[in-house]
Nanobody
């Protein structure tokens, strides 16, 4: 059974850093594109925050470029999202997703979703 389990969320002051983890089971992260998404109450979902594709290419939403870094540790079958210079507007539940497409972009292209981990950035 495929499972994606996010962890690493918490409360951090603005300007601080967190590293989120997405531990996968039932699939090999090297065989999938892994994307990070987020959602906050009262806000519409924005686009995909970050993705590491099957071939290792990465893309980022403009608002997080230069602050967030997605990476993969194949030995641990885990994908990470390093978040630096966090801002209040980064407060959200963060979701890890896996898609089998070559370069998925939309949420429906990701067949597997984790349960989410909450990130709260305080002033």
């Amino acid at each position: 059974q495929v499972q994606l389990v996010e962890s690493g969320g918490g409360v951090v002051q603005s300007g601080g850093s967190l590293r989120l983890s997405c531990a996968a089971s039932g699939l090999i992260v090297d065989d999938y594109s892994i994307g990070w998404w987020r959602h906050a109450p009262g806000k519409e979902r924005e686009g995909m925050l970050a993705i590491i594709m099957r071939d290792g290419r990465t893309n980022y939403l403009d608002s997080v470029k230069g602050r967030f870094t997605i990476s993969r540790d194949n030995s641990k079958n885990t994908v990470y999202l390093q978040m630096n210079d966090l801002r209040i507007e980064d407060t959200a539940v963060y979701y890890c997703t896996a898609g089998s497409g070559v370069a998925p972009k939309e949420s429906y292209e990701f067949g597997y979703w984790g349960q989410g981990t909450h990130v709260a950035v305080s002033p």
